[in-house]
């Protein structure tokens, strides 16, 4: 399937963004992706409320091969190939299918956390810069005068003994 068969596909349906994906095309509305064209077929997101529809038309979910064993995706199936010939029904399912990838997008959405509350002694950030500052003049100089204090027990006294 190409690009333009599928924009034409989904004319009646109304824009649809393609974007290359696979060994084939995700296709989303309004930002939401709830289809993809690869080279097995056209597949529609389903869920618990579209699923028995594609049951009925005896569609199954999308699978692909690994290497070691069939990996089944259940929350895409194979559009009915009749589709293919009814723009209108085809419309019909494809607001389904994305009615199905909104719902799985806000079941995946993190619940906010309550914002920690704020201190009520607001701190202000140029006097927590100065008293660090002071901080460090402070160390600073109790280093220089334990340095030179060392140095001076290391000098030989000048009586000449």
Known sequence: MDREFLTDLFADFGPVTLR??????????DGTNFALALRAGLYFRADEETIPQFEAEGCGPFQYQTRAK??????????????????????????????????????????????????KTPVKKAAAKKAAGKKTAVKKAAATSAKKKRVERKRPSSSGR
């Open 20 to 29: 290359r994906m696979f060994s084939g095309y995700g296709i989303s509305a």
């Open 70 to 119: 069939t990996v089944t995706v259940n929350s895409y199936w194979q559009l009915p190939a009749r589709l293919f010939d009814d723009a209108e029904e085809l419309a019909v399912w494809a607001r389904l299918a994305l009615g199905a990838a909104q719902r799985a997008a806000l079941r995946k959405r993190p619940r906010k956390r309550p914002a920690a509350p704020k201190s």
